[in-house]
């Protein structure tokens, strides 16, 4: 195994200048509304599937009389059809106060994790912070040695500067209503132990100076 570390010397304050760096805070909330971890159902129940746990009530799901679990919606012609494909979804609503957001990281499950958003909402138009999508590996190590086919990564949202090709910093003044969607597969099968935590950076107040981790 080989790693490599990149870093920036620090400079303290003076008297005429703020420090090169901010200790970076961790933010951290959960779309499982401070659970955890969550069980996701199947989203429906056929004849030859088991009982759900939790939903042992719930009737068995035929062509045209769909019986869905909680939270989920399904496309195409389910229960049996090869196009059908059904995804569970959860939203989770906090408020952030005076701080600007530099790096934010989504926690969940592969391989039935299919997304998780973070959005703010301060003037009743909610606007899309951070979009996070499993990426698949496609083999293509010549081009990406990285890009081992099989393998899954969940690349972070970061902010910084613009001659870095970054967004700037994402400023939430006090009581920023925000809220997170978490989006999982269940055609057919659940997933217990799933997670849709952020686990985010940032710094007190407005940033200043060149934060780092």
């Known amino acids: 195994m080989k790693m490599r570390f990149w870093f920036q010397e620090y400079v303290p304050a003076t008297a005429t200048a703020a420090a090169s760096h901010a200790n970076l805070e961790r933010i951290y909330y959960t779309t499982e509304a401070n659970a955890g971890e969550y069980d996701i159902p199947p989203a429906f129940r056929r ?57 934010a990281g989504g926690h969940c499950h592969a ?8 959005w703010k909402n301060d003037t009743g138009k909610p606007e899309l912070l951070c979009r996070q999508a499993s990426k698949y590996g496609k083999g293509d190590v010549k081009g990406d040695k990285f890009d081992e086919l099989g393998y899954i990564v969940l690349p972070p949202c970061l902010w910084g500067d613009k001659s870095e090709g970054l967004e700037p910093p994402v400023y939430l003044p006090t009581g920023t209503p925000m809220f997170s969607i978490k989006r999982n597969r269940n055609t ?16 007190h107040g407005k940033a200043v100076g060149r934060p780092m981790a």
Not at 80 to 100: F, Q
Not at 111 to 118: G, K
Not at 191 to 198: L, N, P
């Open 47 to 103: 004849a030859t599937d088991p009982v759900i746990t939790g939903y042992e009530d719930l009737p068995i799901s035929t062509p045209g009389n769909m019986h869905l679990t909680p939270g989920s919606t399904c496309m195409g012609s389910c229960p049996d059809g090869p196009d059908c494909t059904c995804e569970h979804k959860i939203t989770y609503n906090w408020v952030m106060s005076n701080a600007t957001m530099l790096y």
């Open 111 to 118: 391989p039935s994790c299919i997304s998780i958003e973070l």
């Open 188 to 203: 057919y099968v659940g997933h217990t132990g799933e997670m849709a935590s952020w686990q985010m950076r940032g710094v």
